[in-house]
Each structure stands twice: as structure tokens, then as C-alpha cells.
């Protein structure tokens, strides 16, 4: 390869919700670099060689069961503006944000008892083993700016099948830590996205279809996920 800029992520298998990239200059560990179901965008200069391993995350279903898998993201904007790129604009969380859920009863007709999860540091937590239901998702001592979901009904609650995967984004905004760009000053310099602006959603389209309130939040609007464009650098995944 000529030296340059190479924009680096995996076709990753639509069986496969979660992976994540690693590269690195050390081909015996190859951590320089790191994203979570994303892109890499990274300079080659001549003679060096750089190596990436990826790792893909299956998640625990059977044919009783289903999963519901929180991506918690945060974005640096109090009033976000019509239009705003949630995928680009936001990052994902490493404050380990606790979650409940609580199943919906069918005879009491009413949500049970709540379990807690913490989210992990790059801001994923799975609630597995789910009997499918509905169920209602919380975050704990917070409430989100605005989430979304490939499985929910039309009272914003979270809806679990057999043998399948329901995935929820949750966006919190927060308050900007650098200055508005407004085209002068101090945030002049910078107008380009940063490297690896292809979002951890990388892979996901939004559809144009808004809901009501999702326990707590804004709102919410229903998301499928589609294959990337075929990536442009060899890789190896790890097994």
C-alpha cells in the first residue's frame, strides 16, 4: 500500500451485533487503536506496517429466549438541533450507567419486579435469558435526550422474541465542553469532523418513523440495521 490515509472497519456478519477493532503498529499487540462497531481512520507512513485484529461479540439467544442490548452514547449538546447526527455527533459512554427493566404481566396486568444492569466501558450492557414479553427500560438517576430501537411497541416499551436480538440506543446530552464553532475564534480550527466520524452506529439506518415516550425519555423512533459498504484494507479476525 502507498502511504496515506486508510479508513478501516469490518464487514461485519448481520448475525453479529457487537465487534470490536483493534489495530496497532506491535503485531504481537496491536492496541493503538480501538473502536466499537466503527471505523478506524488511520496515516501509513512508508515502511511501517500496521496490524488489526477484529473480535465479534455473539450474543446469548435460544430458541426460548431473547436478548435486549443497550448502546449508551453521549452527546455534548444541550438542545440539539433539528436534523442533529446522533450517529456521528455522539460517542459512546464510559461512565457505566445503570439500567433497569421490569417485565410486563400479563394476568396482574402490570410491570413486575425491576432488575439493574451497569453498562459496561464502552457503554454496552445486555439484559439475557429474557422470556419474551414487553418490557420497560429505565436509566437510573437520568433520562435520556433521545433513543432508539429495531423492537418496540407503540407505548415506547421494549419487546422481546425468541431467539432474537432486541438492540436499544440511549442518547444523553450534556453540556459541551469546548465552545460552539461558529466559524471564528477559538473553535475556528475546528471545522473538519474528527477522525473516525463514521459513528459507532456504523452499519445502522434510522427510519423516519417517531414514537411515543420509552420510560423516561424523548422519544424514540424504530431502527433496522443494513451491511456496510465493503471495507477497503485487509484484517484478520480473531477466532
Not at 75 to 82: A, G, I, L, Q, Y
Not at 89 to 94: A, G, H, I, M, T
Not at 162 to 174: G, R
Amino acid at each position: 500500500l502507498p502511504p496515506g490515509s486508510y479508513t478501516i472497519f469490518e464487514d461485519r456478519p448481520y448475525t453479529i451485533p457487537t465487534d470490536y477493532l483493534f489495530c496497532g503498529f506491535n503485531s504481537d499487540a496491536p492496541a493503538d487503536y480501538k473502536a466499537v462497531n466503527a471505523r478506524l481512520q488511520i496515516a501509513l507512513d512508508y515502511g511501517e506496517t500496521l496490524t488489526c485484529v477484529v473480535f465479534n461479540i455473539p450474543d446469548e439467544l435460544t430458541e426460548e429466549t431473547g436478548t435486549i442490548l443497550v448502546r449508551k452514547y453521549v452527546c455534548e449538546v444541550e438542545n440539539p438541533p433539528k436534523g442533529y447526527d446522533w450517529e456521528s455527533e455522539c460517542r459512546l459512554s464510559d461512565e457505566g450507567a445503570s439500567f433497569t427493566i421490569s417485565h410486563f404481566n400479563e394476568e396482574m396486568k402490570a410491570f413486575g419486579e425491576r432488575t439493574t444492569g451497569q453498562a459496561n466501558p464502552d457503554g454496552l450492557l445486555r439484559f439475557s435469558q429474557l422470556v419474551p414479553g414487553t418490557y420497560e427500560l429505565k436509566e437510573v438517576e437520568t433520562s435520556w435526550c433521545h433513543a432508539e430501537s429495531n423492537s418496540v411497541n407503540g407505548r415506547g416499551e421494549v419487546v422481546v422474541r425468541k431467539n432474537t436480538l432486541s438492540e436499544v440506543w440511549i442518547y444523553n446530552c450534556v453540556k459541551p465542553s469546548i465552545p460552539p464553532n461558529t466559524g471564528s475564534g477559538d473553535a475556528a480550527p475546528m471545522l473538519d469532523p474528527p477522525v473516525g466520524a463514521g459513528g459507532p452506529g456504523a452499519g445502522t439506518v434510522a427510519i423516519s418513523l417517531a414514537w411515543p415516550v420509552l420510560a423516561g425519555g424523548v422519544w424514540l423512533v424504530l431502527r433496522r440495521r443494513i451491511g456496510p459498504a465493503p471495507a477497503g484494507i485487509r484484517y484478520r479476525r480473531a477466532a
